[in-house]
């Protein structure tokens, strides 16, 4: 499994931005998908899961209802959609393929982990 977390930036408070995770080697169809991000100084911490058929989604308390997580089998992509951006936000995100189908929200869950993307959110 090679995943490819993309579609971080800068961003002023407030502002949208939508993360992708490609499975460059389509092996996590059948796979939950998680979203996990670090802040500088700070662990790696959940944001939001997908199980494998896209039909359950489990987000933190901190991002419930800002962020909303889709994924396309067809083309094994998940995307992370994030709305009304704030400082706090801020970290390298990752994208990390589940050992299972479940939407798992603990980082013992995940087997694969992609590169990061960085986002920035200016106050």
């Known amino acids: 499994v090679q995943l490819q977390a993309s579609g971080g930036g800068l961003v002023q408070a407030g502002g949208s931005l939508r993360l992708s995770c490609a499975d460059s080697r389509r092996t996590f169809s059948n796979n939950g998908v998680g979203w996990f991000r670090q802040a500088p100084g700070k662990e790696r911490e959940f944001v939001g899961a997908v199980n494998w058929n896209g039909g359950y989604t489990t987000y933190s308390d901190s991002v419930k209802g800002r962020f909303t997580i889709a994924r396309d089998r067809a083309k094994n992509t998940v995307w992370l959609q994030m709305n009304n951006l704030n400082p706090e936000d801020t970290g390298v995100y990752y994208c990390?393929?589940?050992?299972?189908?479940?939407?798992?929200?603990?980082?013992?869950?995940?087997?694969?982990w992609g590169q990061g993307t960085q986002v920035t959110v200016s106050s």
């Open positions: 990390a393929s589940s050992l299972n189908s479940g939407a798992n929200s603990r980082r013992d869950g995940y087997r694969y």
